[in-house]
């Protein structure tokens, strides 16, 4: 079950028109975009070496792997990277995972932001989770859930389904709902990385706690953002 975006209606069928897939608006490149913030912005959170060693190393390497590959299979580099995790079994397992790896962390660092008390989503974003999940509490319980129990490396979501339902999930290694070959399809509003390289330094084995403290860097207006581009 989930909440009805009848307003997407039109965009449903471009899950299967490749030109259409992703909104211009997040149309993703294959460099690795400035951070948004500083190393030390999300400390208490996330602490500046996990995240000066999670973007200049881990996620650097992603867009670098993802541009050798990119040139090695003969991909256009001008268009986006959506495109390619579209059709991503067509390609090497070194462009499923670097393509995924590039992807989202770019989509990560956007999906974050400076502590809030009391961080939430609000207006129609917040009324969609609420509708789904019952209560804003709620959704966070389940969405922590699929991160906790996500074994080894991956990701949790929060995304729109090719139903135009908005649901959660969670895709392993570098997946996501953009590929073809993922668990989970559909277009991604909220990433939470559950790599131990996100966490460990600070956590540990801790990945529970890692995730009740994420909440309060979560970016919602990005969310909102993701979802009204969506709907255009
Ligand atoms: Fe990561």
């Given at each position: 079950m989930g909440v009805g975006l009848s307003a997407a209606a039109p965009l449903l069928q471009s899950f299967t028109t490749k030109e259409n897939f992703v909104p211009v608006n997040f149309a993703t490149g294959f460099d690795q975009q400035p951070?948004?913030?500083?190393?030390?912005?999300?400390?208490?959170?996330?602490?500046a070496m996990t995240m000066e060693l999670h973007y200049s190393k881990h996620a650097a390497a992603y867009s670098k792997n993802v541009k050798d590959a990119a040139a090695a299979e003969k991909?256009?580099?001008?268009?986006?990277l959506e495109d390619v995790l579209a059709n991503?079994?067509?390609?090497s397992a070194k462009m499923r995972n670097n393509g995924g790896g590039h992807y989202n962390h770019e989509m990560f660092w956007q999906c974050m932001r400076p502590k809030r008390e009391n961080n939430a989503p609000t207006g129609k974003l917040l009324a969609a989770i609420e509708k789904e999940f019952n209560s804003f509490d709620n959704f966070k319980k389940q969405f922590a859930e699929f991160g906790k129990n996500r074994f080894g490396s991956g990701w949790a979501w929060l995304y729109i389904n090719k139903e135009n339902l908005i649901t959660i999930g969670s895709t392993v290694n570098?997946?996501?709902?953009?590929?073809?070959?993922?668990e989970i399809k559909g277009f991604p509003l909220l990433g939470l990385d559950v790599w131990?390289?996100?966490?460990?330094?600070?956590?540990q084995n801790r990945r529970a706690d890692y995730i009740d403290a994420w909440w309060n860097v979560v970016n919602w207006d990005h969310v909102q953002q993701r979802l009204d581009s969506y709907k255009m």
């Open positions: 951070l948004p913030y500083a190393y030390t912005a999300l400390e208490n959170v996330i602490d991909v256009d580099m001008t268009k986006p991503i079994s067509k390609y570098q997946d996501n709902p953009l590929m073809d070959v993922a131990e390289h996100a966490y460990y330094l600070k956590y």
